[in-house]
């Protein structure tokens, strides 16, 4: 018999999952280049909440569960003690702060690569694009 | 009687499921600007799944630019090109 904590952390799991698939068959089919550009941020979006999901350390500490703060500014032994038991893994939260950002100059990017395509081809569908000649 | 993380853990699943189908509904309009409209919705949904998991900093930072910028900067780009995907 499964548990209501697991059914539902698997439900949120595999949503996410299902939004990595269909952000990919976006990037990967559909015509448009700024559709191509949504999907693409739909897709980094999906992998950093994964990331963010692995750090949630529900299996460790079932009970309580806290972000990784430390209220205290000269922290006790058992204040650290309590920090180490109860707070969720930090490590992914860093690293997928910098990928937002660096997510964010990416997606400029490509939206400037696409405004010069625009302006050179007169349209943004790659069908379109690829059948042009010279 | 429910726990509160229960309940919790309850809205986490529901907020992902809603984002399931705005990415759905944004992944398939044909209309450019409906299909921002419909990701900054599930930028929204992440947000508020971000702050359930634990990661207020990230939501801090999420928000102004998932939310705020990115559709921001691809309305622009819409209206200076196409508005319909053929």
Redesign the interface.
Known sequence: MID??TF??T??ML??I??LG??L??VLY???L??K???L??FS?SAN?TA??IG?VRWRNP?E????VLLNPSPTLEDIETFAKV??DPLP?AL??TA??IG?AV??FL?FL??QM?RFYG???VRRIAKLRG | MVEASLIVLGVMALFALSSTIATYLAITERNLVKAVLYSAIQSTLYALIYYLLMAPDIVLVYVPVSVGLYPAIVLMLIKKTEKEES
């Open positions: 209501a904590f539902l952390f439900t949120c949503s996410i299902v939004n269909i952000s068959y976006g559909r015509p448009s700024i559709k550009i949504i999907s941020t739909i979006d909440i963010i999901i949630y009970g569960i806290a972000p990784p707070a969720v939260q997928v702060l937002i950002v964010l997606t400029l939206v696409t405004l625009y349209t943004t569908d």
